[in-house]
């Protein structure tokens, strides 16, 4: 077995034992899982009759916002997964067999995927109940949900780094608030960027956030003709700002992790 066909595999098993846990744990999934219904239900509901958007009606607007708030927070799991093995000694066990370093990090952040997944399927079920709809074509939609994922995929890798810089799982969650909550609500997620005041919109337009979730509104075709086309490039381009985003993010976030895996210790 070559060194390539080697990490492969040895990421396979990684992940392979984290998805296990979602069938072992079940309790993890439910509350995972009744999250995202609670963003869709309330933000639908509480502010759907508030707030105005010009062409179309705001739970339309609302469920990509949703979509990309629940993938960030998803990509928590990482971090936190990541933080508890350390805790326990998991991590150290791995680090004593001959094994890939980099596909213990690798395993991880791909099984969270699949919570992911599995999020953004509920999401988009309760999105139908209360109004939203797909508009797009179906190759489209599935374009959507994969650039959702693999956007959630790079912030995992945010995430596993930080898991291995602060010392517990409660450390881990709280800082992953502090990042997450300034990304998606200072976005395009739950009201147009242009609503908001000075800098605000600025920070907005370019955020990733406002990217990912513009892109996920065209491909879903819930943004309706004849709505004015943003004025700055990373909306006018948002597939393209996002993989940029993705590209950068894992391509530095990645090596300093399995950096940081090699020369963590036992917490």
Same mark, same amino acid.
């Given at each position: 077995m070559n060194a390539v066909t080697a990490v492969f595999a040895d990421t396979s098993v990684i992940a392979k034992?984290?998805?296990? #846990?979602?069938?072992?744990?079940? $309790?993890?999934?439910?509350?995972?899982?009744?999250?995202?219904?609670?963003f869709v239900l309330l933000f639908g509901y509480v502010f759907g009759n508030a707030?105005?958007?010009?062409?179309?009606?705001?739970?339309?607007?609302l469920i990509a916002g949703i979509f990309a708030q629940s993938v960030m927070f998803g990509a928590?799991?990482?971090?936190?997964?990541? &933080? $508890?093995?350390?805790? #326990?000694?998991?991590?150290?066990?791995?680090?004593?067999?001959p094994m890939s370093r980099s596909a213990v990090l690798a395993g991880r952040t791909i099984s969270d995927v699949v919570y992911n997944l599995l999020s953004l399927i509920i999401m988009a079920i309760t999105g139908l109940a209360v109004g939203w709809r797909i508009r797009g074509s179906f190759l489209e939609a599935i374009l959507g949900f994969v650039l959702?994922?693999?956007? &959630?995929? &790079?912030?995992?890798?945010?995430m596993a780094y930080i898991a291995l810089l602060v010392p517990s799982v409660e450390v881990i969650n709280?800082?992953?608030?502090?990042?997450?909550?300034?990304?998606?609500?200072?976005?395009?997620?739950?009201?147009?960027? $242009?609503?908001?005041?000075?800098?605000? #919109?600025?920070?907005?337009?370019?955020?990733?956030v406002s990217s990912v979730t513009q892109a996920a509104r065209?491909?879903?075709?819930n943004i309706p003709p004849g709505v004015p086309a943003p004025d700055v490039w990373s909306l006018q381009h948002p597939i393209i700002y996002t993989m940029i985003w993705v590209?950068?993010?894992? &391509?530095?976030?990645?090596?300093?992790?399995?950096?940081?895996y090699k020369r963590a210790n036992r917490r």
């Open positions: 034992r984290n998805v296990i #846990k979602i069938v072992r744990v079940p $309790e993890v999934m439910v509350f995972v899982l009744m999250s995202p219904i609670m707030i105005a958007v010009e062409g179309t009606s705001y739970r339309e607007f928590t799991f990482t971090g936190a997964g990541i &933080a $508890e093995d350390m805790q #326990k000694g998991i991590m150290d066990r791995f680090r004593s067999l959702l994922l693999v956007f &959630a995929y &790079a912030v995992s890798w945010v709280n800082a992953s608030f502090m990042v997450i909550f300034p990304l998606t609500f200072i976005a395009n997620t739950f009201v147009p960027a $242009e609503d908001l005041p000075g800098p605000l #919109k600025t920070f907005a337009e370019w955020n990733p065209e491909l879903f075709g590209v950068i993010t894992i &391509a530095v976030f990645a090596p300093l992790s399995v950096n940081r």
